[in-house]
């Protein structure tokens, strides 16, 4: 009986040193994934940022073209007046 308890005794604090080195290496693992959680959000906030700025260059960009069209469409028609009186102009 003695040596029995001798073993349960042996057992448990064999059982509770190794309980303590899981204890480390949960708490380094989550360490761990919270420093990649981390991470992984100013990542992604970063991401955001620039689709946030390329967002507004897009908009300027759409801007600007619809600008051009504009000016090129009265360009085309200052084109096509002037013709029309060279045009009639010549025929008098």
Known sequence: MNKLT????????????AGCANG??????????????SSANSAAQSAETAS????????????GAAQSADSA???DDSVARLEAAFSSSVTK
């Open 6 to 17: 001798k073993y349960a005794a042996v057992g448990l604090v064999v059982a509770f040193a």
């Open 24 to 37: 480390a290496k949960i708490a380094a693992a989550k360490q761990k994934a919270q420093s990649d959680a």
């Open 52 to 63: 946030q700025q390329a967002q507004a260059a897009a908009q300027q960009a759409d801007a």
């Open 73 to 75: 469409r009265r360009a």
